[in-house]
């Protein structure tokens, strides 16, 4: 059975960090493209971040400079650094192996 099982979320204020985490059990990591995705109140999913199984990445455009997506083959293990937090960055945030399995998602609250 596939699990993903994120962590890191919490409470932060505007400008500040956190780190996010994503480990996997149950099927090979290594070989999958991982993403991270994030809901907001209100709104559909969006795509946050993409790394393939070589380490190539992607960002969103809102973003880009503020956010690095990471994996650990080692640790079957995606990570999210999350910096220079805004409050539009607040929501439900998922990680995602390939094309069908998805994290229950960790909560991230940026507000002062």
């Known amino acids: 059975q596939v699990q993903l099982v994120e962590s890191g979320g919490g409470l932060v204020q505007p400008g500040g960090s956190l780190r996010l985490s994503c480990t996997v059990s149950?099927?090979?990591?290594?070989?999958?493209?991982m993403y991270w995705y994030r809901q907001a109140p209100g709104n559909q999913r969006e795509s946050v971040a993409a790394i393939s199984s070589g380490g190539s990445t992607v960002y969103a455009d809102s973003v880009t400079g503020r956010f690095t997506i990471s994996r650990d083959n080692a640790k079957n293990t995606v990570y999210l650094q999350m910096n220079s937090l805004k409050v539009e960055d607040t929501g439900v945030y998922y990680c995602?192996?390939?094309?069908?399995?998805w994290g229950k998602g960790t909560l991230v609250t940026v507000r002062s």
């Open positions: 149950g099927r090979i990591f290594s070989t999958n493209y």
């Open positions: 995602k192996m390939g094309a069908q399995y």
